[in-house]
């Protein structure tokens, strides 16, 4: 039987640079697919090619066995091809019903709207992928898991036969990832074939039937479900062997740096109460709402506290802006590194400096030469793969633009250093020598707070583990006593009552 979707000999080039180099592959009905390598490696490109998106400069793609000379987006839709990209493309002034009817709905401009149908559409497409989200709410006041969400139910109601998947999990939690899981056993029953993206290996391990690495371009190989381990594939997505990036606890070095006593907000924190000492991780586990992130909100004074107290050092602080936070050392990598870590239109050189700026001016005026020296030597020290300080950020490969995110911050020295997400949606290089950096910077003192969704990393990089429910501690666990089983029945344990 002739493969669903297929792409012959690929070849595309920008501005010189071979993207894609004679690649091949192909995708069969009820599969899943997977299609890994660093970020670099023509991922994207050759999505973009099956998609319609780019036009290649030679090759070959059919459909059910039949050749389509010219792809376009248009005739991909009619095709059944859809695809799920890191980055929602949400209209944020539309409700999530209006942006679901955008790409489902069709008929002309004087087309009257069924509100009510329109609404119990979205309703019935989100609960399919595991969500209750309001179709009225605007998609602007979505998080990132649920916008996620609300695109993989609007490719699901274009009755798509060839899904594509890049990232799909980058941003959910272990319990929304299960039922991500289970969508895709649905959709495999009824046909459909799935290219699915990702850079944790344990998912693909799980759930592809196939995977095919990608390298500077090039397809190395492809491998039927459990040909290949764990580490064969880590070479030869990194084209070298590479050890294992999880730190060996080292546990606290230094006496308390920070301490929230019964921390409450009107972002809905509750009698939140902890303490971080100087050299130490402290993970952060919970689902999707469960208060992570309006915490690290609340420590860097985006939602200042309206109630309870923090200490530094043993003083009480009040943090009323992030002007403050930074004031008194603390700093913070947000999790939406695209709209919030980094500023894609600035050079690199002022995205490290941003945070930091009295170190390179003078009497109000800037210092370019000293931009560039800060810039200079932490692309050197977290080995970012840049050509210049002086390119856009934009132009990095997503790893490459966290560790610019970590610079900023590092750039001011921080006693308490938050990061949300720290490697969401980096490939397994980059995302070892984050591990790697965070570790050295524990070992220098700093104290930091760990948010992340992958059990598996939490467990691996912190010294304790606080597990946050419906804006609430729900328990602190040492690294000894910490499994996954623990954390997921405090995460879990009135939903399972």
């Known amino acids: ?265 009107p972002s809905g924190l509750r009698d939140i109460s902890f303490s971080l000492r100087a050299g130490e991780i402290l993970g952060f586990a919970g689902l999707v709402g469960s208060g992570r992130t309006r915490l690290a909100e609340a420590l860097f004074g985006l939602t200042p506290a309206d109630s309870g107290e923090i200490l530094l050092r043993g003083r009480s602080v009040r943090i009323g802006s992030p002007e403050n936070a930074i004031r008194l050392g603390i700093g913070y990598v947000p999790e939406d590194r695209r709209r919030h870590g980094v500023i894609l239109d600035m050079p690199v050189s002022a995205n490290v400096s941003l945070a930091n700026l009295k170190s390179v001016s003078h009497s109000g005026l800037l210092r370019s030469t000293e931009e560039r020296r800060l810039a200079e030597g932490y692309v050197a020290r977290l080995r970012i793969k840049a050509p210049s300080v002086d390119i856009d950020t934009a132009t990095l490969s997503g790893g490459n633009q966290q560790k610019v995110a970590l610079a900023r911050w590092l750039a001011i020295n921080p006693l308490v250093l938050i990061l949300d997400e720290p490697t969401q949606g980096v490939d397994v290089g980059s995302k070892a020598e984050i591990h790697r950096l965070i570790a050295d910077l524990a070992s220098r003192g700093v104290a930091i707070v760990m948010i992340s969704s992958e059990l598996a990393e939490v467990l691996a990089m912190s010294d304790r583990i606080a597990v946050m429910r419906d804006g609430a501690l729900q328990g602190l666990l040492g690294r000894e006593e910490a499994t996954q089983e623990k954390i997921m029945s405090l995460v879990l344990e009135d939903r399972l009552a």
């Open 1 to 265: 039987m002739a493969p669903l979707l297929s792409a012959q000999l690929i070849t595309k080039t920008f501005a010189g640079v071979r993207a894609l180099r004679n690649v091949s592959f192909e995708l069969r009905r009820g599969e899943v697919h997977a299609l890994i390598g660093e970020n670099g490696a023509g991922k994207s490109t050759l999505i973009k090619v099956m998609t319609g998106a780019v036009q290649p400069d030679s090759g070959a793609l059919a459909v059910s066995g039949r050749a389509v000379p010219l792809m376009d987006p248009a005739a991909a839709r009619s095709l059944g091809i859809a695809a799920i990209y890191q980055q929602p493309a949400l209209f944020p002034h539309l409700s999530v019903a209006e942006n679901m009817a955008l790409a489902l709905e069709s008929g002309g401009a004087l087309r009257r709207v069924r509100w009510r149908e329109m609404n119990q559409r979205a309703t019935a497409l989100i609960a399919r992928v595991g969500g209750a989200i309001d179709p009225d709410r605007l998609a602007g006041t979505l998080s990132m898991p649920e916008q996620q969400l609300v695109e993989i139910a609007k490719a699901l109601g274009a009755n798509a036969k060839a899904l594509i998947m890049d990232e799909p999990t980058a941003s959910l939690t272990h319990r929304e990832t299960e039922l991500l899981f289970d969508v895709i056993a649905a959709l495999r029953r009824d046909g459909v074939g799935i290219i699915y993206i990702s850079h944790r290996l344990e998912e693909i391990a799980s759930i592809a039937d196939r995977v095919t690495v990608l390298r500077d371009g090039e397809t190395i190989a492809t491998f039927q479900k459990g040909e290949a381990s764990r580490q064969q594939l880590i070479a030869l997505i990194a084209g070298r062997e590479m050890a294992e990036s999880f730190r060996e606890g080292q546990g606290a070095t230094g006496g308390a740096v920070l301490e929230v006593r019964r921390l409450g907000s």
